[in-house]
């Protein structure tokens, strides 16, 4: 099981991960297939929202605490 600080590089990496199914996996059909470029788009969103979080946790945790 992960350490608890380790979480917003996972999250990060899942994000990324996303982003790149959807980018590149998905590109093919989604040229053809209206509801797949729809889901393209959300998955990249979601990606990128997932992406955002993670580093404001990252950011979050490297603050020094007073």
């Known amino acids: 099981m992960p ?3 380790s979480w917003p590089v996972i ?4 994000a990324m991960l996303t982003v ?6 998905l590109d093919g059909p989604a040229d053809t297939i ?3 470029h ?7 969103f979601g990606g ?8 404001a946790g990252l950011r979050r ?3 020094v605490r007073a």
């Open 34 to 36: 209206a509801v797949v």
């Open 20 to 25: 790149l199914i959807a980018q590149f996996m």
């Open 48 to 55: 990128g929202l997932g992406a955002g979080l993670a580093l």
């Open 61 to 63: 945790m490297s603050q």
């Open 3 to 5: 350490g608890r600080n």
């Open 11 to 14: 999250g990060f990496a899942v």
């Open 38 to 44: 729809w889901i393209q788009h959300g998955l990249i």
